[in-house]
C-alpha cells in the first residue's frame, strides 16, 4: 500500500480519508490502536472509485456501528470503510415493505417500520448494530432473525461491481450467512406485516423491558461474545460459563459483566490484548469443564 500514492489521488475520489486515525472511538468497546486509512465515501460513486484504484492494493474491514467488533491495540495495516449518511436513508417501497439504508441502525428501521404501521420488525429494536451488521451476522433476538424480514440486499463487491440477491439465494446461519467478505452490503429490503402501531409500540417496549433485564447497558461492552453452541448442547453459553468460570475473572480492565455472564466488558482502559486473554481463558475453561466448544460471535479485526 503506497500512503502517498493515495494522498495524491484523495482529491479525486468524493469521499474523506484520514490517515492514521484512532479507531477506539468508532467501536463500542473503545479498544484499539489506529488504521492506516480510514475511508468515508460521500456516495457510492465514492466508494467504487476507491475500490476500484485500492481494493487490489491492501486489505480492507467494513465497519458498521462498531457494536460487535474488537481491534488490536497495533495499527491496522489497510482500509477500514465506514459507510456514512448517503448510506442511511430509508424508505417504504410498499405498504409492507421498506427498503434501508446499510449504514442506518436497525433501531431506526424498527422504529419507521412501527411509524407505518409495519410489524415484524421489532426485534430490530433491541439491536444496537447497523443494516449492514445486521447482514453480515444475520443478526437475531427474541427468536427472531434478519433472515426472517430480509426480501434481498443490494452490494458492491471489491471490484466495484454492484448486483442485487434475493435472500432465497443466501445462505444464513446461525449469525452468519454464506457469504465472500469481499462484499459491501449498501442496502436490504424488509417485509413486514400490516399491524396497528400501538400494538406494534407495547409489544417492542415488552422487548426492551426483557433485554435491560437480561442485559447490561450503558457501558463499553460489545454484546454477546460467544454464539450460544446451538449443535452441541441446550444450554445458553452464558450459563456454561457461568458453570466453568469464578466470577469476578478479568485480566486487567476486560472483565465478564456480573449481569450477564457473555457480555465481556471494558471497565476503563482495557486493552484487546487484555480482552483476547479473557476470551481464549473463557473458551479454554468452558472446553475443559463442559466439553462445548466455543466459537466468538464478535468480529475480531487483526
Known sequence: MNIEDIKKSEQFIDGVILFDECIKKFNWFNIGGKTKILFKPNSLKGLIEYLKLYSSRNKIFILGNGSNVLFDDETYQGTIIKLGKSFANITLLDKETIVAGAAISQKKVSDFARDHNISGLEFMSCIPGSVGGGIRMNSGCFNKEFKDVLISIQLVDFKGVVRSIPADKINFNYRSIGLPKDLIFLSATFKGNEKNSLEISNFMRELKQKKELAQPTRIKTSGSTFKNPIKQTDKKVWELIRLSIPSKTGYGD???????????????????????????????????????????EIVLVE
Open 254 to 296: 476486560a472483565v465478564i459483566s456480573d449481569k450477564h455472564a457473555n457480555f465481556f466488558v471494558n471497565k476503563g482502559n482495557a486493552k484487546s490484548a487484555d480482552m483476547k486473554l479473557l476470551i481464549k481463558f473463557v473458551r479454554e475453561e468452558v472446553m475443559k469443564k463442559t466439553g462445548v466448544k466455543l466459537e466468538t
